[in-house]
């Protein structure tokens, strides 16, 4: 049965001829909104590991998926160390040994040898245009990649650097960018504690796109307040910007993040299974067909997650998911009104 979705994996196999995985990559980066909050803590959901993939955490190796929660797990580091003084270098050996270690890993559990470049964690775009420059180049000679694949926010981003980035596709290398949207809702992204607001959003995606770079957009559902009106409210700004592709997460509630605190207090929730997925239906069914969609839930580790706990695995959302999905008769885009 066809997916009712469009899908990433299939995306890429029609693009290139064959899968292709990505390699995060951790280069050092610190964010912009956590430089500049108080106790360093940024955006409200978000831990110290800032998304970095989970065979680089190489201090935790001693969990699986079937752990428990540890609520000490998180130290709330910060790279700039909560000074406001924020200053990036890379440690290049480092680097070596992330991208080696990911494309064994990546290679033995999939058995290929195509793989793109993922710098991941926290705002990859957060230093002077020449710092950027010396690291972009140094990650691209690592090895034969078929992407540059570079996450950061919306507030962190210039023309200057948008240039360069765009250049890398005169090396006949894919670019994507991807941006944090979150929510369509700024009265969200302010209890989010994100720091930017949509109309910031748009003025930056748009100035991705003018420059023919591919662009992914973050969506986060779920979240405290959120009701169908603010949900409409993202669904709107993911169709005026019209992204290549779209990611997907439901709320998670992580060790150490000013959330749990709220969590623990009482006063706030995760979405459970059945409402993420109808999350999700409802986001797809309004957004145009050929948006890509790369990712429809959070993979927080189990170690880290206070909430909630009994979301089931990858393969058993998707699963039930398109169940869902067909049995309504609905795929991707069958509500969208351009």
Same mark, same amino acid.
């Given at each position: /049965?066809?997916?009712?979705?469009?899908?990433?994996?299939?995306? +890429?196999?029609?693009?290139?001829?064959?899968?292709?995985?990505?390699?995060?990559?951790?280069?050092?980066?610190?964010?912009?909104?956590?430089?500049?909050?108080?106790?360093?803590?940024? %955006?409200?959901?978000?831990?110290?590991?800032?998304?970095?993939?989970?065979?680089?955490?190489?201090?935790?190796? /001693?969990?699986?998926?079937?752990?428990? &929660?540890?609520?000490?797990?998180?130290?709330?580091?910060?790279? %700039?160390?909560?000074?406001?003084?924020?200053?990036?270098?890379?440690?290049?050996?480092?680097?070596?040994?992330?991208? *080696?270690?990911?494309?064994? &890993?990546?290679?033995?559990?999939?058995?290929?040898?195509?793989?793109?470049?993922?710098?991941?964690?926290?705002?990859?775009? &957060?230093?002077?245009?020449?710092?950027?420059?010396? $690291?972009?180049?140094?990650? +691209?000679? #690592?090895?034969?990649?078929?992407?540059?694949?570079?996450?950061?926010?919306?507030?962190?981003?210039?023309?200057?650097?948008?240039?360069?980035?765009?250049?890398?596709?005169?090396?006949?290398?894919?670019? %994507?960018?991807?941006?944090?949207?979150?929510?369509?809702?700024?009265?969200? =992204?302010?209890?989010?504690?994100?720091?930017?607001?949509?109309? %910031?959003? @748009?003025?930056?995606a748009r100035a991705v796109k003018a420059r023919g770079i591919e662009l992914c957009l973050h969506v986060l559902t779920g979240y405290p307040g959120e009701g169908k009106?603010? #949900?409409?409210?993202?669904?709107?700004?993911?169709?005026? @910007?019209?992204?290549?592709?779209?990611?997907?997460?439901?709320?998670?509630?992580?060790?150490?993040?000013?959330?749990?605190?709220?969590? #623990?207090?009482?006063?706030?929730?995760?979405?459970? /299974?059945?409402?993420?997925?109808?999350?999700?239906?409802?986001? =797809?069914?309004?957004?145009?067909?050929?948006? @890509?969609?790369?990712? $429809?839930?959070? *993979?927080?580790?189990?170690?880290?997650?206070a909430c909630p706990r009994l979301f089931a695995d990858k393969n058993r959302f998707l699963r039930a998911l398109e169940a869902e999905m067909h049995e309504r008769n609905a795929v991707q885009g069958d509500f969208f009104k351009s």
């Amino acid at each position: /049965m066809a997916c009712p979705y469009n899908s990433y994996a299939e995306h +890429l196999r029609k693009k290139y001829g064959h899968s292709v995985f990505r390699i995060g990559i951790d280069a050092g980066f610190s964010c912009p909104n956590r430089c500049k909050s108080p106790d360093g803590s940024g %955006c409200s959901y978000c831990d110290s590991q800032g998304a970095r993939a989970a065979y680089l955490r190489t201090s935790e190796s /001693m969990f699986n998926r079937s752990s428990g &929660f540890e609520s000490d797990i998180d130290s709330m580091s910060c790279a %700039c160390e909560n000074t406001g003084v924020y200053s990036f270098n890379f440690d290049k050996e480092d680097i070596r040994a992330q991208v *080696e270690r990911g494309v064994e &890993f990546v290679r033995r559990r999939y058995r290929t040898d195509c793989f793109s470049a993922y710098l991941q964690s926290f705002s990859n775009t &957060f230093a002077p245009v020449e710092k950027l420059r010396e $690291l972009y180049d140094f990650v +691209l000679s #690592l090895r034969p990649w078929q992407e540059l694949i570079i996450s950061t926010r919306p507030d962190c981003i210039d023309g200057n650097k948008l240039d360069l980035i765009a250049s890398y596709k005169e090396r006949g290398t894919g670019v %994507c960018i991807e941006l944090g949207l979150q929510s369509g809702d700024d009265e969200i =992204l302010k209890r989010m504690n994100r720091g930017h607001d949509v109309k %910031c959003l @748009v003025k930056a995606a748009r100035a991705v796109k003018a420059r023919g770079i591919e662009l992914c957009l973050h969506v986060l559902t779920g979240y405290p307040g959120e009701g169908k009106a603010q #949900l409409d409210r993202t669904i709107e700004v993911v169709n005026t @910007v019209h992204p290549d592709s779209l990611k997907i997460h439901n709320l998670n509630i992580v060790a150490g993040t000013a959330l749990y605190d709220d969590f #623990l207090k009482g006063e706030v929730t995760a979405p459970c /299974m059945t409402r993420h997925i109808e999350n999700v239906i409802y986001i =797809l069914r309004r957004i145009p067909s050929d948006v @890509v969609i790369e990712r $429809l839930m959070c *993979e927080t580790p189990p170690h880290r997650l206070a909430c909630p706990r009994l979301f089931a695995d990858k393969n058993r959302f998707l699963r039930a998911l398109e169940a869902e999905m067909h049995e309504r008769n609905a795929v991707q885009g069958d509500f969208f009104k351009s």
